[in-house]
């Protein structure tokens, strides 16, 4: 199934989608082709933000696109590596069955799953700035998130 297909199907039913992508079989370049993708869109998701804080601020938007396209493509991919490690140390306690790469694909999953709501996240912050209409955005960002990421392990738990 295609990866649209599946991200829409992700909003009916995280668990599933999940299970359906572990049945493909342990592969890590997949796993991190998602993560990728999903902290390269975060990054474009953050231009306007950017472009808005640039222009009310007078600093140079070269220099902030710079910093945020360092911290999302090197950075935070290596901090989804360890979160991933420390729910699957979680989920082993608690008697979990999945594996290391189950967990980091549900974590990824759910990022990338969850990338239309932080593009009109980033599409807020950058038009209409702080605001009630930005924190509901972001709020229910993190909620979809928790939501798919919490089914998405679950699933993996499950299925091992």
């Given at each position: 199934m295609a990866i649209s297909r599946n991200i829409a199907a992700t909003y009916r039913g995280p668990g599933r989608v999940v299970s359906r992508l572990m049945t493909m079989g342990p592969r890590e370049d997949r796993a991190l082709a998602y993560l990728m993708g999903a902290c390269a869109l975060i990054f474009v998701a953050q231009l306007p933000r950017l472009a808005r804080e640039a222009h009310l601020s007078g600093e140079d938007l070269n220099m902030l696109m710079g910093a945020t396209l360092m911290a999302?493509?090197?950075i935070a991919p290596l901090m989804f590596y360890?979160?991933?490690?420390?729910?699957?140390?979680?989920a082993r306690l608690f008697g979990g069955k999945g594996t290391g790469y189950g967990a980091r694909l549900?974590?990824?999953?759910?990022?990338?799953?969850?990338?239309?709501?932080?593009?009109?996240?980033?599409?807020?912050?950058?038009f209409i700035g702080p605001g009630i209409q930005l924190q509901l955005v972001g709020l229910l960002w993190c909620?979809?998130?928790?939501?798919?990421?919490?089914?998405?392990t679950l699933a993996q738990e499950r299925a091992a």
């Open positions: 999302w493509i090197f360890c979160i991933a490690l420390l729910a699957r140390v979680v549900a974590l990824f999953w759910a990022l990338l799953a969850s990338t239309p709501l932080l593009l009109l996240h980033g599409l807020v912050a950058g909620g979809c998130f928790v939501w798919f990421w919490v089914s998405g």
